[in-house]
Structure formats: C-alpha cells, structure tokens
C-alpha cells in the first residue's frame, strides 16, 4: 500500500506544482482573515529632519549584501513551466539587488533531470539564493543528498518548509510529522550552511520558535496567516469543503511571538513596501512575499516599488538606517493588539519605544 502510495505521488508531484502555481496565479486563494497589517500604524513623525534618499535600506544576509531587507520567497520548481517563472524572478531580484528563495527541491531530488528548473545562479550572481525543501523530507534523503543539491544550484542556505495543514488537506499530502525537529536539528549542525525553518501560510508560535533556537535554527520565516492559504489551494483542487481553509497564526502576532526567541522572517499576507515596514518595526529582521511577486507583469518594477515604499515609511519615521525603523513607534488595535495580548505579548511597548 504504501509503495502503490510512493508511486502515485511521484507521477503526480509534477502536476501537484503546477496546480500550486496556476492557482496561485489566477485563483482567489488568499485568506479571508487579516495577516494583521490594518491594525498596526506608524508614529507619524512631521518633522523628520532628512531626505528620503538618507533612508539607508543596505544590509547583510547569509555574508552577502542586499539592497534592501526583502525577500522575494520560494514559490516553485520541478515541472517544465517553473524554469521561466525562476528565471523571471530570479533576474529581477538580482536587478533589485534581493534574496531570492526556490520552492520545494524534492522534485530535482526524486527526478534529477528537473535540477534545470532550479539553476538560476547565472541570472542571479551576487543575491543570496535560498534552497527549499520539506520538513518530511529530511529523514528520507539525508543530509549528505540534501547538501549536493543545494550545491548543484548554488544555494547560500537552505529554507525547510513546515506545512503539516497543506499537507493533511492535500489528497496526496503525507500524514506523519513525527521526528521533524529532531531531524532539523541534524541539518542545522551537519549541513554546513544556514539553515531556515519556514511555515507556510499557517503562522508559527512562540513554543515553536524557542524549540527551533535550540535546535540551532539560524532564522524562523513566520508565513503567517492572512497571505496565501494553501489548504485552500489543496481544497480547490481536491473538491472537498474547505473547513481549515482560515486555520493559522496571523503574521503580525507571528511575528511579535516569535521575534524575542530567533530572528524572524516576516511573511504571511505582506503586500507592499509598507507591510515589510511594520514587519520590520514588529521584530522581523527581514520581510518576504511571494504571491504579489508572482503575479506582477513587472515583478524587479514591483521590487522597486517595495523599495520606494520602505523608504518612505523610514522618512516618515524619521529612521536613517534600519535599526532606527525596527525602533521606530507602532500603535497596535483592534483584533491583532487583542490576539497580541492573549498570547503574552506586551502590546503597549511598541508605542512607548
């Protein structure tokens, strides 16, 4: 049963992204709850005393330096079409001077010939590069397999996606996320490079955030919910009810849980240069989206945009650099201040900063 299993997502694991990407693409499979962003504002400050080009975005990822700190985020891979959608976002981030994340390897693992939809180094030389692959996976491949991989695209770092909702509302999702952590703490100390541990679209939590830490964990990518809800991309595609499809931790109390334990990713419904502001002033030190990106006509035009956005909201915080944005002041209301609240969280710092 369980090799009659193996089989049919092998021939399906090539149509499986190809879904994932078309209904992201063309499909309303965000989330009906808020990542969190309309309840959080910025300390306006009218007297900022700089230029918006003093707004100093610079910083450091994985040794390198990007332009600013926002990543365009793994979205896929491992089917024919995927190596253009790579490639197009690839060479826009490296225009735009970002990092950039691949979706899942596990096809180029499972199929090698597929490696092609992934190597995009040469659109993108100087960019921290992102690698990816699933928490279930690890055990199955082992670090020396998983290392090769990463090295035949050139990866700075590996990104190890936790999606246990996709997966249990996925028809052919696997059921079993026993041993994972353990598993993430093996990379961590034997894979040579940095590693992630990212959800994906469902939120992360403080007790999730203080165990990857101890498992040596460099960076935890919230993916909170309020973005892109894959349950309801498996609900699509499978036709059952989609009764999970609202399930998850929002990003800004994602991000504001998870900050104090490990340095935070902030992802989950950021839709613009302003969103990875407050992401930022929250906690995150860096911010990522995929979905806006995927759907731009223009997506190194739509990186610019981010860019011009971000420094706006660090003019109008009077913030030079980024560690005075990640200082500046936050007034956080409604349900986000009151989710905040209830999970520890002292709401009222961010205003008294």
Same mark, same amino acid.
């Given at each position: 049963m369980?090799s009659l299993r193996?089989?049919?997502?092998k021939?399906n694991?090539k149509?499986?992204?190809r879904?994932?990407?078309e209904?992201?693409?063309?499909?309303?499979?965000?989330?009906?709850?808020?990542?969190?962003?309309d309840?959080v504002?910025f300390?306006?400050?009218?007297?900022?005393?700089?230029?918006?080009?003093?707004a100093?975005?610079?910083?450091?990822l994985?040794?390198?330096?990007?332009?600013?700190?926002?990543i365009i985020l793994?979205?896929?891979?491992g089917?024919p079409q995927?190596?253009?959608?790579?490639?197009?976002l690839?060479a826009?981030?490296?225009?735009e001077?970002?990092a950039f994340g691949?979706g899942?390897q596990?096809a180029?693992?499972?199929?090698p010939?597929?490696?092609?939809?992934?190597?995009v180094r040469?659109?993108a030389?100087t960019?921290?590069?992102?690698?990816?692959?699933?928490?279930?996976?690890?055990k199955?491949? @082992?670090?020396?397999k *998983? &290392?090769e991989? !990463? +090295?035949i695209?050139?990866?700075? $770092? /590996?990104a190890?996606?936790?999606?246990?909702l996709?997966e249990?509302?996925?028809?052919e999702?696997?059921h079993?996320?026993?041993?994972?952590l353990?598993?993430?703490?093996i990379?961590?100390?034997?894979?040579?490079?940095?590693?992630i541990?990212?959800?994906?679209?469902?939120?992360?939590s403080?007790?999730?955030?203080l165990?990857?830490?101890?498992?040596?964990?460099?960076m935890?990518?919230v993916?909170?919910?309020?973005?892109?809800?894959w349950?309801?991309?498996?609900?699509?595609?499978s036709?059952?009810s989609?009764v999970?499809?609202?399930?998850?931790n929002?990003?800004c109390?994602s991000i504001?849980a998870?900050?104090?334990?490990?340095?935070?990713? @902030?992802?989950?419904? *950021? &839709?613009?240069? !302003? +969103?990875?502001?407050?992401?930022? $002033? /929250?906690?995150a030190?860096?911010a990522?989206?995929?979905?806006?990106?995927l759907?731009?006509k223009?997506?190194?035009k739509?990186?610019?945009?981010?860019k011009?956005d971000l420094?706006?909201?660090m003019?109008?915080?009077?913030?030079r650099?980024?560690w005075?944005?990640?200082?500046a002041?936050?007034?956080?209301?409604?349900k986000?201040?009151e989710?905040m609240k209830?999970?520890?969280?002292?709401?009222?710092r961010?205003?008294?900063?």
């Open positions: 369980n193996g089989i049919i997502m021939a694991i149509s499986r992204k879904d994932h990407v209904s992201a693409r063309g499909c309303d499979v965000e989330y009906s709850i808020s990542a969190g962003f309840d504002r300390v306006h400050q009218p007297l900022p005393e700089m230029a918006l080009d003093d100093d975005t610079e910083c450091r994985f040794s390198k330096m990007v332009s600013a700190p926002i793994g979205m896929t891979g089917y995927a190596e253009k959608i790579n490639a197009k690839a826009a981030a490296e225009k001077g970002l691949l899942s596990r180029m693992l499972e199929k010939s597929l490696s092609s939809t992934y190597k040469k659109l030389p960019i921290p590069l992102i690698g990816n692959l699933g928490g279930c996976q690890l199955k491949y @082992g670090v020396k *998983v &290392r991989a !990463l +090295d695209v050139d990866a700075d $770092a /590996l190890i996606h936790s999606n246990p996709q249990v509302c996925q028809p999702g696997d079993d996320f026993s041993g994972i353990s598993q993430i703490a990379f961590a100390r034997d894979l040579g490079l940095p590693v541990v990212k959800e994906t679209g469902a939120g992360m403080m007790e999730a955030a165990a990857l830490r101890r498992a040596g964990v460099a935890a990518d993916s909170g919910a309020g973005g892109t809800s349950s309801k991309v498996e609900y699509m595609r036709g059952k989609p999970f499809e609202n399930w998850g929002p990003t109390v504001a998870c900050s104090e334990m490990i340095e935070t990713i @902030g992802s989950g419904g *950021v &839709r613009n240069g !302003l +969103d990875a502001a407050k992401c930022l $002033a /929250l906690g030190t860096y990522g989206a995929a979905l806006p990106f759907r731009a223009d997506a190194a739509e990186a610019a945009a981010w011009r420094k706006t909201a003019l109008l915080t009077s913030s650099n980024l005075q944005l990640r200082s002041r936050l007034i956080i209301t409604g986000t201040a989710e209830r999970t520890g969280v002292d709401v009222n961010y205003a008294r900063r």
